[in-house]
């Protein structure tokens, strides 16, 4: 299995890519690069059994559906957004606010203006897979799937609050992910340290892992299950990052 991992921005000099053979003896970190294309992140994703992207896959129902009605000058239920708790619903994805009930984590909405770049380049590459018949799940499961690497970290026990701007804190996580996943970083391991773009996206291909194997939540509640499919869906990992090194077995991406 080879998984591949991007943390993604909207500028190519942030946008980080890594990806993992799992067939060796001992997984390997066979590529980790920093300033990456459109066109690197197809290349990896033809050939990769899974892959998981840092960005939102989509926008909030409620969100589009009110542009759409104030476009024709019927807005629905004006009074809502008067309120804090109804202006959330609009501007928060479910998955948004799961995570923050399930691991106290809160995202950047994809309506802010300082990720709409990012998901809007998501959206074209996500566009692009699925011209070349590239499986892309937005509700997650699939061979293109959304993931949140701080909701990983957290879920694996890896967390480390401050890691995006403290090297140390990036030394702890690889440490203990390297050695509970027995992976070899070969070269990278100092850029993994150095980057917290590269490690987001070290963490991302691990998640692919996670979620080929079944090891992960899938939208569960009625309201999830309505909007995963075209919000989008972060795919948190259940059980414990040590279970990445068993081998695949079953249907990939079906929970378990």
């Not at 203006?113 to 018949?133: F, H, N, Q």
């Not at 799937?145 to 090297?167: H, R």
């Amino acid at each position: 299995m080879i998984t591949c991992g991007v943390d993604l921005s909207s500028q190519t000099a942030d946008t980080a890519i890594a990806v993992i053979d799992w067939d060796a003896s001992s997984p390997r970190l066979v590529q980790l690069d920093v300033g990456v294309d459109d066109e690197i992140i197809l290349d990896a994703a033809r050939r990769a059994d899974a892959v998981a992207i840092a960005a939102p896959f989509g926008w909030p129902d409620p969100f589009l559906e009110f542009i759409v009605s104030n476009r024709v000058g019927s807005v629905p239920n004006p009074r809502r957004v008067a309120t804090t708790s109804g202006r959330n619903r609009i501007m928060y994805r479910t998955t948004d606010q799961r995570l923050r009930e399930m691991l106290g984590l809160t995202l950047l909405p994809s309506t802010a203006s300082s990720l709409a770049a990012a998901t809007l380049r998501c959206v074209g590459i996500l566009a692009r897979m699925k011209e070349e018949g590239i499986e892309v799940s937005r509700a997650g499961g699939g061979r293109v799937v959304e993931a949140y690497p701080s909701a990983s970290l957290v879920a694996w026990g890896l967390d480390e609050p401050k890691y995006k701007t403290t090297p140390a804190a990036r030394v702890r996580i690889v440490e203990q992910a390297a050695r509970r996943v027995s992976l070899d970083l070969g070269d990278q391991r100092a850029t993994c340290m150095e980057s917290d773009d590269a490690l987001d996206a070290l963490v991302c291909a691990l998640t692919a892992r996670a979620v080929a194997l079944g090891l992960w939540r899938a939208p569960l509640d009625p309201d999830e299950v309505q909007h995963a499919p075209t919000e989008g869906w972060v795919c948190i990992p259940s059980g414990t990052i040590d279970q990445l090194r068993e081998s695949p077995a079953g249907t990939p991406g079906t929970p378990g």
